[in-house]
C-alpha cells in the first residue's frame, strides 16, 4: 500500500497517529507526518494506515494497494 498525505489538508486533529502509530508521527504543530517520507506501507502495518484513513476528518489521507 502507499499512502498520500495532503499537508495543506491536514488540520492537526491527530487521528493518524493516535490510530496508526507505526505509519504516522506529528510535527511540532501537530501536524500529521508520515514516517517513511515515500508514503509506502508495510503489509503489516495495511490495517493500521486503513484506519487513518476512514478517520481522517478532513480526508487529507488516501492510499492505492
Do not use: W
Not at 17 to 35: K, M, N, R, S, W
Amino acid at each position: 500500500m502507499k499512502i498520500n498525505l495532503n499537508l495543506s489538508a491536514c488540520t492537526g486533529h491527530g487521528r493518524c497517529y493516535a490510530l496508526a502509530p507505526d505509519v504516522f508521527t506529528a510535527d511540532d504543530q501537530g501536524h500529521a507526518e508520515l514516517i517513511d517520507p515515500s508514503g509506502a506501507v508495510a503489509d503489516d502495518l495495511v490495517d493500521q494506515a486503513r484506519s487513518a484513513i476512514a478517520n481522517c476528518p478532513e480526508q487529507a489521507i488516501t492510499g492505492a494497494d
